[in-house]
């Protein structure tokens, strides 16, 4: 019994037509919409950046409540049971905060990721919250004193850049 080479060929060719049907939906989803894994550590962070303002936008509560907090205390509130319990009290409805190991994770109800809140132990004006865009990268809001900043953290080695979002706080 022998095949034909031509009909091998066709349904070669056919199925390789049919691999790259269904290989460019999955590539368009993983450019496009970052998936998986989210944000890359290459995205190209600017001052202003539209993207990360929106998602910083996201933190202006919990950064409220942490400046609510140093203004009445003279220090970052400390991840700890007590100051937990005064976050809780201050925070806006919809908005939780837990305390995991050492660390306050800051969440909205039916959110998939939140925002982690820590402190320094050795200068109490000193803290961050921080959230990541993805496997590697995280956006990070740093306190030390008065002075508050945003920065881009790439996560693979490549070097944090400090940049200016419109978030009002």
């Known amino acids: 019994m022998k095949i ?27 450019v496009v919409f970052e998936y998986p894994g989210g944000m890359r550590g290459s995205y190209p962070a600017t001052d202003h950046d539209r993207r990360l303002t929106a998602i910083a936008r996201e933190a202006a509560p919990i950064i409220q409540w ?20 005064e976050a809780n009290g201050g925070l806006p409805l919809g908005l939780t905060a837990t305390f995991h190991n050492g660390e306050i994770e800051f969440r909205e109800a039916k ?7 820590s402190a320094t132990e050795n200068d109490l004006t000193a803290c961050e919250l921080w959230r990541k865009l993805g ?35």
């Open 66 to 85: 942490i400046d609510r907090y140093h203004n009445a205390h003279g220090r970052c509130p400390r991840p700890s049971e007590s100051d937990l319990a």
């Open 111 to 117: 959110a998939i990721t939140g925002w982690w809140y």
């Open 4 to 30: 034909p080479i031509k009909r091998v060929a066709i349904a070669i060719l056919a199925l390789l037509v049919l691999l790259v049907l269904a290989g460019v939906p999955l590539i368009v989803l993983m």
């Open 135 to 169: 496997w590697d990268p995280a956006l990070i809001w740093r306190r030390r004193g008065g002075e508050t900043k945003w920065i881009f953290d790439p996560g693979d080695g490549r070097a944090k850049k400090t940049i200016d979002l419109d978030v009002g706080s």
